[in-house]
């Protein structure tokens, strides 16, 4: 187990590398050079290469990824090309909403997935066509448009939530659990058809083991031989599905925010690209990578905990 | 060794019954076609419709020139954000321009970078688990880490990413795309290809020097090919998704140009002011994305999977109305002690009598009502052991299983009664079968590993079940767990009680599963094959384990083997069964010292245990051919078809007759005249004379086939 562990440590440092040595060269392949894009049409090209030559840009491409990996590692993540400010201070305040947001989807998604996937698995018959029938439909539904449909409905036809913007916790509860509600439901239908698939599916499977019948010829009830002995053996696929849920979600966020207006992980991506902002776009695709690839390490963690062959050994 | 007559997979008797039929030569060119049109593809109605939208979608676009009623960018000012018109069928966004045309104007750039992603994804992913497979561990081991790698990414802020790099250049970003998703496709078909891989014949090609990339592209490739169209599909629809999502979020095609991510994002600017806009594109979006995942779900459907060992509810209420027919058509128990003339009251306790069973696939299903069991009877005393004797696939696990009402999903008991101390436990319903199940009649089954849970330790499911079905606490069960298990010989309780099932052993398990069927103290024992699965020396101490079980404890058991050796060695009484029928029983000695059916004479005549060692055979006898698929059973006898003194007598349905000299029943026209001649069964292939033309068919199997010995 400490073996595991620590090889999963050493998977996850090398893919945040990965990421950083790729978000570094897309970055340089970005038209413009850091001079240009921070001061704008009309400078001079004096000014523009003072710029570049303070930023180190024209030192080799070696020297220039260590020295950004050197402040990254004690949280330094530059400054950003447009507003001047600093990445790493800007990324700290956007994490929360994107946080929550996909943390709030996975949760929600992994609720619903889980109860609609193993009713259709265990009632069977037509309900099961039923419930198979709209998780295809939820599948298909481009999250975007869903959540457009959900702020004509539930914040233009009745203005039970708000369309847009973001309340911070600090600020009240309960208005970020209000501003957060839409924006969560919108990425969570997606997320819950898969899941439900996912759990029909294992809890199918579970089913058929021959345990089962065991369970059965030793009088076990029904409630138990499904939600706690089925269930359990189902539980590992389910949870290595919402693992992968979760780095969709993340990524679906960058949709979630723009629809919804919410300053989040999401919103930097898009305007860092649209503007060429290179820091900042190299700075959000490395800590998305942390997180993304921390909280699957968690779940994969989690995963392995539930197998008993895993554990014992 | 201990000999079996036919090794067969542990679950033949259900599996055979889902066979499909093989198609006579001459339909060939027919049959060719219903099998295209009962494609999975053909069959399915989603399939099917999303097909045609797709097709039509296609069509319409690559057209689109041709009849649009509108140029993209034509505005018509006089209707700006108007609905559905007879001028404009789907309305009109803010600059009055048509969303008809503009939806088709850009269907086909939507669907031709999707089709970017899938090639690329697709083809990477499939090369790289083909390369993988087929290129030994180490780079296996390479490529798995890298794709687990990609998999782990944030992939739409990498993608944005790329679009920073080279801009909202569509077809490049749908190729990236591709290439981030094939790592997914690789987890999916790697799996596959390394068991392609693993096939015999691709390690004779091997043998033979076909080098690896022909026995890529020859051997494992077409067995992919499937699992590559339904990944496509799915990538397909995917792909359509995220890149109308970078659309939405402004990394659409330059502007003028129109795509559907790029309408919708218009469209949700007025959706308090124009909300019908969403509509059509929306739809289109979805309606497209909904068939290509309908096509690769319908073509990635299992086609035969296992049923469940827990029916689902709507299962279950289907088996209840079933129950209830069983139930009412059933002689009352008035009748039913008037005609028996022994009254069931005076049945002793522990007494199961089986009359005319017969267990059917469910018309419902697949198998329209397949029968898999006809007409079954047999007795069994407290306290004796009855064998249920006979190839794989003569519906003996079927047997047994009904005993519990443990029938697999879609099969059930169509006829007769299970009379256990005189109630039908046919005509008792499922919730009502829990009160028996485990307390009076309990299972061990075939493979011990299998029907234990793997996710709890032995000492929880032994004490568990204990409480259940003894009303004991916590701690008195942990005790009676412990005793059981070394009432069943296994030395350190203690440790094993602690123990997950997969960190024992196969005997040491089917040790555990015995004390789990001991532990409500049943007064029946139904034993699947019991020792089939179990290493030879293993298997004797199990079969000891069970006889001074059945000593001590008075219990009776229903045996379920194919191995005649385990029948002379534990039961009183055997019935031996072909082709869902029992075609001869008695009592031990008198069946196995006296066959009168052929059925017997055969399987006695293959098993080398049968035969004094001086008077050893230099050819152990075979029966040729396999048993018949129980919807191939003929009318008359069923074993005539591989039997050596079949004759035109045998063409006639055959009753289950008194054997002319012992107690037993045996299902043969010729018994007495065999018994009389005292022919035995030969170790040669039936010789033309004495075999009986049925169908040409069946002559041909059972004239090729050598029954095969047990591997064990």
Same mark, same amino acid.
């Given at each position: 187990m400490a073996l595991f562990i620590t090889k999963r440590l050493l998977m996850a440092l090398a893919t945040v590398l990965v990421v950083a040595v790729l978000a570094f060269l897309l970055v340089h392949a970005m038209p413009g050079s850091p001079g240009a894009i921070s001061l704008g049409?009309?400078? !001079?090209q004096e000014a523009i290469d003072e710029v570049n030559q303070r930023l180190g840009w024209n030192d080799p491409l070696f020297t220039q990824f260590f020295s950004w990996l050197g402040s990254a590692v004690q949280g330094d993540l530059g400054i950003s090309? @447009?507003?001047?400010?600093?990445v790493s201070a800007d990324l700290a305040s956007r994490l929360p909403v994107t946080a929550s947001l996909a943390a709030g989807a996975t949760v929600l998604s992994a609720v619903l997935g889980i109860a609609l996937g193993v009713t259709a698995a265990v009632r069977g018959g037509l309900l099961d066509q039923v419930i198979g029938g709209f998780v295809g439909l939820l599948v298909a539904l481009p999250a975007f448009w869903v959540g457009v449909i959900f702020v004509y409905l539930?914040? $233009?036809?009745? !203005? @039970?939530?708000?369309a847009t913007g973001y309340v911070p916790f600090e600020v009240s509860p309960q208005d970020w659990a209000l501003s957060l509600a839409l924006p969560v439901i919108t990425l969570a239908v997606g997320g819950a058809a898969f899941i439900a698939r996912q759990t029909r599916a294992s809890m199918l499977e579970a089913l058929q083991q021959e345990h089962i019948r065991t369970l059965r010829a030793t009088a076990t009830p029904t409630w138990k031989i499904l939600y706690v002995h089925a269930l359990r053996y189902a539980s590992l696929p389910i949870v290595a599905g919402i693992a992968l849920q979760f780095i969709g979600l993340f990524g679906g966020s960058v949709i979630a925010e723009q629809l919804f207006a919410m300053p989040g992980l999401g919103q930097a991506v898009q305007t860092s690209v649209s503007t060429h902002d290179a820091p900042a776009v190299q700075g959000v695709v490395v800590i998305a990578t942390v997180v993304v690839v921390a909280v699957n390490l968690v779940l994969e963690l989690a995963t392995k905990f539930l197998d008993p062959k895993l554990r014992a050994s | 060794m201990i000999p079996t007559v036919a090794p067969a997979p542990a679950d033949a008797d259900q599996a055979g019954t889902t066979t499909p039929a093989g198609t006579p030569a001459r339909n060939a060119g027919k049959a060719a076609i219903t099998k295209f049109s009962r494609h999975r593809l053909f069959t399915s109605p989603g399939a099917v419709a999303g097909l045609i939208w797709l097709a039509a979608i296609v069509i319409a676009s690559l057209t689109a020139p041709l009849w649009?009623?509108?140029?993209? /960018?034509?505005?018509d000012f006089t209707a700006v954000?108007?609905?559905?018109?007879?001028?404009h069928w789907l309305g009109t966004d803010e600059l009055g321009r048509d969303i008809l045309s503009r939806i088709f104007a850009a269907a086909a750039g939507t669907l031709g970078t999707s089709m970017l992603t899938v090639i690329v994804g697709v083809g990477l992913g499939t090369v790289l688990a083909m390369l993988a497979a087929g290129a030994g561990t180490r780079t296996e081991a390479v490529i798995s880490r890298v794709t687990e790698i990609m998999m782990s990414l944030p992939g739409t802020v990498i993608i944005l990413a790329v679009i920073g790099a080279v801009g909202t250049n569509i077809p490049v970003v749908m190729a990236i795309l591709g290439i981030l998703m094939s790592a997914g496709i690789y987890r999916v078909i790697l799996g596959q290809a390394k068991s392609l891989q693993s096939q015999l014949y691709v390690d004779a090609a091997k043998v033979d020097g076909v080098g690896p990339l022909r026995i890529s592209l020859r051997h494992v490739l077409p067995g992919l090919a499937n699992t590559i169209v339904v990944q496509a599909a799915l990538i397909f629809a995917v792909g359509m998704l995220i890149q109308a999502g970078l659309a939405f979020i402004?990394?659409?095609?330059?502007?003028?140009q129109p795509s559907w991510g790029g309408m919708i994002q218009g469209a949700s600017q007025h959706?308090?002011?124009?909300?019908?806009?969403?509509v059509p594109t929306g739809a289109v979006l979805a309606l497209t994305v909904l068939s290509a995942n309908a096509i690769g779900n319908a073509l990635g459907k299992a086609p035969n999977a296992a049923a469940p060992h827990l029916p689902s509810a709507a299962a279950r209420r289907q088996r209840a109305k079933a129950v209830a027919a069983i139930a009412a058509a059933a002689p009352k128990p008035e009748d039913q002690a008037a005609g028996d003339? &022994?009254?069931?009251?005076?049945?002793? /306790?522990?007494t199961l009598s089986v009359r005319n069973l017969s267990v059917g696939v469910? !018309? &419902?299903? &697949?198998?329209?009502? $397949?029968?898999?069991?006809?007409d079954v009877s047999f007795e069994v005393q407290p306290g004796t052991v009855l064998g249920l004797v006979g /190839?794989?696939?003569?519906g003996k696990t079927m047997t047994a299983l009904s005993l519990l009402g443990l029938?697999?999903?879609?099969?059930?008991?169509?006829?007769g009664q299970i009379l256990w101390n005189g109630r039908n436990l046919a005509a008792v319903a499922d919730r009502d079968m829990e009160a028996v199940r485990g307390r009076e009649i309990a299972l061990i089954s075939q493979e011990p590993m299998r029907a234990? %849970?793997?996710?709890?330790t032995v000492g929880y499911q032994l004490t568990a079940t204990i409480r259940r079905l003894r009303g004991m606490n916590r701690a008195e069960a942990r005790k009676e767990a412990q005793s059981l298990l070394e009432k069943v010989g296994i030395v350190d309780a203690a440790r094993i009680l602690k123990?997950?099932?997969?960190? @024992?052993?196969g005997g040491m398990a089917q040790r555990v599963a015995i004390a789990l069927a001991l532990s409500g103290q049943p007064k029946l024992l139904v034993a699947? /094959?019991?020792?089939?699965?179990?290493?030879v020396t293993v298997q004797a101490e199990i079969l000891s384990l069970l006889r001074s079980l059945v000593k001590d404890t008075g219990m009776s058991v229903v045996m379920v083997t194919h191995d005649l050796g385990v029948v002379a060695d534990i039961c009183d009484q055997v019935a031996v069964m072909y082709a869902g029928q029992v075609v001869e029983n008695g009592s031990t000695r008198a069946v196995l010292?006296?066959?009168?059916?052929p059925y017997t004479l055969a399987l006695l005549a293959a098993?080398?245990?049968?035969?004094?060692a001086d008077d050893m055979p230099e050819r152990l006898a075979t029966i040729s051919?396999?048993?018949?698929?129980p919807k191939d059973w003929?009318?008359?006898?069923?074993?005539a078809a591989r039997c050596?003194?079949?004759?035109?007598?045998?063409?006639e349905p055959v009753p289950l007759l008194p054997s002319g000299t012992g107690e037993g029943l045996v299902r043969c026209v010729k018994a007495d005249q065999l018994a009389v001649e005292g022919m035995d069964w030969l170790a040669? %292939? $039936?010789?033309a004379s004495r075999a009986?033309?049925?169908t040409p068919r069946q002559n041909l199997r059972t004239l090729n086939t050598i029954v095969e010995k047990d591997p064990a």
């Open positions: 049409a009309g400078a !001079s090309l @447009i507003d001047g400010r600093s539930f914040a $233009v036809q009745s !203005s @039970i939530f708000p | 649009l009623p509108f140029k993209t /960018e034509d505005q954000l108007s609905g559905p018109t007879a001028a402004g990394f659409g095609p330059p502007i003028p959706v308090y002011d124009a909300p019908w806009m969403m003339g &022994a009254s069931h009251s005076a049945a002793p /306790e522990g469910d !018309s &419902a299903g &697949a198998g329209n009502g $397949v029968r898999l069991v006809t /190839e794989s696939g003569c029938l697999p999903s879609g099969v059930s008991v169509t006829g234990l %849970d793997p996710m709890f123990t997950y099932p997969h960190q @024992i052993s699947d /094959e019991p020792t089939t699965a179990l290493d010292d006296h066959p009168r059916h098993d080398p245990h049968a035969n004094h051919g396999q048993v018949p698929q003929p009318s008359g006898c069923r074993f050596q003194f079949a004759g035109s007598a045998c063409l040669t %292939d $039936v010789p009986l033309q049925v």
